[in-house]
């Protein structure tokens, strides 16, 4: 039987994992991923609660909602990403100081 501390370690794991990326990485595309990870631990964390809740499921309902906003994100980033790199051929966001060219 898995416990809830188990689920609460490993979404732990990957929050502190995420925040690391975002913190030592140099590269947009590595920053995104980094937040994504973030964004897993905390749905892990909803459901998790969910499901030793046995009241309702609204813990995961809010983490489908959270999925579908975390991809229509990501999609739009990955799309400014490329766009920044078109322009100035880095994605090292430490590169781009000047949006005006």
Do not use: H
């Amino acid at each position: 039987m898995i416990n809830l501390s188990d689920f609460l370690v490993v979404s732990a794991g990957l929050f502190c994992t995420g925040l690391f990326i975002i913190l030592t990485k140099r590269n947009a595309i590595q920053v995104l991923i980094g937040i994504e990870l973030m964004l897993n631990a905390a749905n892990l964390n909803l459901v998790a609660f969910s499901r030793y809740d046995k009241i309702d499921n609204g813990g995961q309902m809010f983490t489908l909602f959270s999925i579908t906003l975390a991809a229509a994100t990501t999609a739009v980033a990955l799309a400014i990403i490329l766009n920044v790199y078109k322009r100035y051929k880095t994605i090292d966001p430490d590169k781009i100081d000047s949006l005006k060219d």
